[in-house]
């Protein structure tokens, strides 16, 4: 992405989306043969529960139940992994799929390949590994309560998302959910072009997958800045033995490989998500 505008890069990963193909699990369906797929292209930022009216609009007439197949109780799997809702869907892409961008060997059984296909379930839900989904306010208080955590990161304090006006929050909240670049980064860039303390970080690993979230300073203790390089050489040096190259697993952010020279900051105030942090999900090498 060859761009040195700000807001030019944060609207062209604002217009990120993943094609997603949904299957009905077959144990839930009354149809002999599989139900239709229901097919929906979701933006990289947003979030599973966002479309789950209208999935289970969709697949209420297939279901054996139909009084099951509600908003709150519908979840998605991915071979056989229960998908977070509250983490964003580009994320879950990335983490799960475990796609490398620079790779070239594409084979056409990789998993990875479009649309990306979940299976929606609506019992049996998987507490032990989801939080529960009781309403529209979960999602919400779920997702506040990361820009709360990455602001307090951020600054040392959630003051500055303390100090945003009942009509902001739900400016931030409602663009988000209508996919309104502008109004949503009215108000974002407040809480983002400050002098940040700390860069709100979140490394997630595959195949377990495991989070790694550590306050990363912008600047190294020789004043020069942090770059994605040095910051995954200190949390992760087993994956990482050098700042300058990848040598077993690339960083990749909104499904980009981030050069590993890049600097944090930077990368920060242009390619966070919504809720605030820095996810940037590791590609292994082959």
Known sequence: MESSD???????????????????????????????PYYVIIPRIAYLPFFAERICNFFRPFVIDPEVAKPESAWFEFESVPMKWHWPV???????????PAANNVEEDD???????????FRDYP????????????CHDSWMNTVKEADHVRNGSAKAVMSLSKAESTK??????????????SVNDKLVSVQARNIPLRLYVPSAPRVVQQPVPPNLPSEEPQTVGTALRTLLPELFPSQRVAVLARPVVHGVVVAMNTPLLE????????????????????
Request: include cysteine; charged fraction near 20%.
């Open 6 to 36: 700000p807001k030019a890069i944060r609207r062209a990963i604002w217009s990120g989306s993943i094609p997603c193909k949904i299957l009905l699990d077959p144990g839930e369906s009354r149809v002999f043969d599989a139900s239709d």
């Open 90 to 100: 580009g994320l879950l892409y990335d983490l799960f799929t475990g796609r490398d």
């Open 111 to 121: 998993e990875h390949l479009l649309p990306w296909t979940l299976i929606v379930h």
């Open 127 to 138: 507490a032990k590994h989801l939080m529960r989904l009781e309403g529209p306010a979960t």
């Open 172 to 185: 931030l909240w409602d663009s988000l959910q209508s996919h309104d670049f502008d109004q949503f980064w």
């Open 267 to 286: 990368l920060m105030r242009e390619a966070i998500y919504p809720d605030g942090f820095l996810h940037i999900s590791l590609a292994m090498m082959s």
